[in-house]
Structures are given as C-alpha cells and as structure tokens.
C-alpha cells in the first residue's frame, strides 16, 4: 500500500481527517483462517518459538518451510469475507487517500477481496532471503527446500517466508506511525477490528487522542479498553462490518 504524503498545508494544526482500519485474525476467521494462537499457545500444533522466532528458525529451518508452506497453499481454499468486501468498497467510496487499511494478517483476502493494504507483519505469498535482502513473490506455491533458492543470490538458508517473525525487525511499522499522525484530527474515525491488541498496542497509540474510535472484537481484552470507544460491537467481523459502514458515514458527514 502507497501511504499518502503528510499534510502539509499552511500552519494547520490537524492533518485533514481519514479513515483508519487496523486489524488482527479476528477479520479472517470467518473465512476459515486460523488465529495464530489458540487458547494453548499453539498453532496447528506447534509451539511458536519453533515456527515464528527470528533467533531460531534456522535451527528449524525444515519445519518452518513445512509450516508456513502448508499455510500458504491453505489460501487458495479460503475466500474474503463480507468485511473484507464491504472495506473494499468504503475504501472505493471515501478514496484510497482517505483510508488507511492496516492489517496484522498475512494472508491474501484484503488482495482478494480488490483491496489496498499495508501488511504489518508481512505476506505469506513472499518470500525473503536474509543473505541478499529481497523479497519476491512465491502466490501460493510451495517453497521446495531441495530446489528452490533466492532467485538472486541462490543462498537456500538465508530463505525464509517474508513474515515478521518474533524478534525480527517489523519495517512497516514506520508507516503505521505515519499513519497514526492522522488521529490527532478528532475527526478522523479509527476502526479496530478482530485484534486484542496485545501484539500491537494499537490503545497506547489511541488514548491521547480524542478521534472517533469503533471497536469490533468478539470479546472484551484487557489491552483495549471499550469503554472509550464511540462505538463497540462484541460480535463476528460479518456481522458488525455493515453497522460500521453506517457509523463511518455518520461521523464523516457530522
């Protein structure tokens, strides 16, 4: 996703108001997509410190390309859902320059669902080779240790999915705090959604500010409080996504 230049107009005090949606695997898994971690620490079986961690997934450099390979094929039997659809066409209505669309999630169905979006923690349809620094697109195919390599430099251990993993370095959160500049406009409307913001402090970077806050989340979570949201639904992303859509026309228009 393209961010948009800051504003920079005379001596305005506020950015001009945008749209913000940032979201967690709560938007997804009424597609079918799995949360990384299940109420026992696990995912599909695995423990994260294996799959997801920048210190070792050297060392378990196989199990990592089995995993991430499994769920990157997983995509092509997964389809967005109305809320990734109807972002979409909120995006179309108020302008791509006027939403921001920040996703904790690696899949695809923002792409799908013909949508622009900033990928935090990366994409499960790249690759990345640490040994030369690039990263390409694999789509859906499978990464096959035995012969595929770093198209550029053709190092084979230094591939690895192009996901954040935990320890890495997350260069896109620059552009969140680019972002986050905008909700210093109190009209500007900030949406959470599907996230229990306790990867991503996305409060702490909402509570100084007084923009208009909606939250969707299936259940309350001791790192967003709801009681200083405008708008709080406790229900699936499905089902919330067309009150939203209401509640955004009505604060753009107030």
């Not at 799959?51 to 450099?61: G, H, P, R």
């Not at 690759?127 to 990263?135: F, S, T, V």
């Not at 240790?145 to 260069?171: E, M, Q, T, Y």
Request: aromatic share 12%; proline share 4%.
């Amino acid at each position: 996703m393209q961010i948009p230049k800051y504003y920079n107009h005379d001596k305005s005090i506020f950015p001009p108001k945008r749209i913000i949606f940032f979201s967690g695997a709560g938007i997804s898994q009424p597609s079918g997509i799995n949360t990384f971690r299940d109420t026992d620490g696990l995912w599909e079986n695995h423990k994260i410190e294996d799959i997801c961690t920048q210190s070792t997934w050297k060392n378990n450099f196989d199990i990592v390309h089995d995993f991430y390979n499994t769920r990157r094929i997983q995509l092509n039997d997964v389809k967005p859902n109305i809320a990734h659809k109807t972002i979409a066409n909120i995006i179309n209505k108020y302008g791509v320059d006027n939403v921001y669309n920040i996703t904790q999630n690696v899949d695809d169905l923002f792409e799908k669902a013909g949508c622009e979006v900033l990928h935090l923690h990366g994409q499960l349809t790249q690759m990345q080779c640490e040994a030369c620094d690039i990263n390409w697109r694999i789509g859906t195919k499978v990464f096959d240790i035995l012969k595929d390599r770093c198209p550029k430099c053709k190092s084979l251990k230094g591939v690895k999915p192009n996901i954040v993993f935990f320890g890495g370095s997350a260069p896109m959160y620059g552009y969140l705090n680019r972002a986050m500049e905008y909700i210093k406009n109190p009209n500007t409307i900030v949406i959470v959604i599907g996230t229990m913001g306790n990867v991503v402090p996305i409060w702490d970077m909402l509570e100084e500010f007084k923009c208009k806050r909606i939250l969707c989340n299936m259940e309350s979570s001791d790192y967003i409080p709801e009681k200083h949201f405008d708008k709080v639904y406790f229900e699936s992303a499905e089902t919330a996504i067309l009150k939203i859509e209401k509640d955004i026309e009505e604060y753009w228009n107030e």
